[in-house]
């Protein structure tokens, strides 16, 4: 499974088949029903039962108390769930340019902000402790990385503040490289910068030129490669990589690879909708 790694870059379709055959192949690199720990949590976030996830979350937090990762996943689970509630997860959308530069400002609930805000600050928090102890904690920094990821998504999707997204999501890519660069088989990690690289390669060149002097990673081939990387072999965040792999999809015009992937995450999440969803609108 390591050798994806080290794949050469071939064809962004061959890399893209390569991608969907791994994945039917990998069942370790899926969260299922079954899992233990925070696996349950994430499988319960994928599929919609957000009151569920936070349970587990939360009480695998009351049991250990240091564990950074485990309030991280918290949050995510309130974004997930606010964005479920504003109806923000739409392959569409992302897929659409024009559609996404015309998005509007959305309204959140209060509660949910304070609550996403406070999981936030407390993951980071006990990141920055366990960094003190060990400055080589790759775990530590692979939480700061979702931390800003997060807050970028919640910048970007909801608040519609895409300057203050950009430097976050900067930040968190910053956060993975050093989480790679202690632990380079953390796949998850790889998903920040593949989602930097390939939202901002969809930029018109000149500001991707602006991008790129303000240190911005702007590659979409290799924004494909990260994003690959995430849902082959990655385990909390495959889900999440698999999708946008499905939106670059329709994007480069290849509908049927896109409608692949989002029947296998039906089948794997039957109770969200969301797939069904996006399936009934691709033609």
């Known amino acids: ?33 079954t899992s233990t720990g925070l696996d349950r949590g994430y499988f319960d976030m994928y599929d919609v039962h957000f009151a569920a996830a936070h349970t587990v979350f939360q009480q695998w937090l009351a049991q250990h108390p240091d564990d950074s990762l485990a309030a991280a996943s918290d949050a995510a ?23 996404f530069d015309n998005r509007g400002r959305l309204t959140p609930d209060p509660a949910v902000r304070k609550s996403f805000d406070d999981r936030t600050a407390q993951a980071e928090r006990l990141a920055d402790q366990a960094l003190a102890h060990n400055p080589k904690d ?39 490289r050093q989480a790679l660069a202690l632990d ?4 998850d990690a790889y998903l920040a910068s593949g989602v930097e690289n390939y939202m901002l390669s969809l930029k018109p060149a ?53 409608r692949a992937t989002l ?4 089948k794997q999440y039957p109770d969200n909708t969301l797939y069904e969803r996006q399936l009934a609108r691709i033609q």
């Open 1 to 33: 499974m390591r050798l994806a790694a080290r794949l050469p870059r071939t064809s962004l379709l061959a890399r893209l088949f390569m991608a969907l055959f791994v994945l039917s192949l990998s069942a370790q690199a899926q969260i299922t029903s």
């Open 77 to 99: 689970a309130y974004l997930f769930g606010e964005f479920d509630r504003l109806h923000i997860i739409d392959v569409q959308l992302f897929a659409d340019q024009s559609r």
């Open 138 to 176: 790759a775990t530590a920094f692979y939480t700061k990385t979702l931390v800003y990821g997060m807050r970028s998504d919640y910048a970007l999707m909801i608040d519609k503040r895409d300057l203050a997204a950009l430097n976050l999501t900067k930040q968190a890519s910053a956060y993975s």
């Open 184 to 187: 380079p088989h953390l796949y």
């Open 206 to 258: 000149p500001l991707r030129w602006i991008l790129g002097v303000t240190g911005a990673s702007t590659s979409k081939d290799e924004g494909i490669r990260l994003l690959t990387l995430t849902a082959t072999q990655g385990h909390y965040l495959a889900p999440f990589a698999r999708m946008m792999l499905a939106v670059a999809d329709l994007r480069d015009g290849n509908p049927q690879q896109a």
């Open 263 to 266: 029947i296998a995450l039906a």
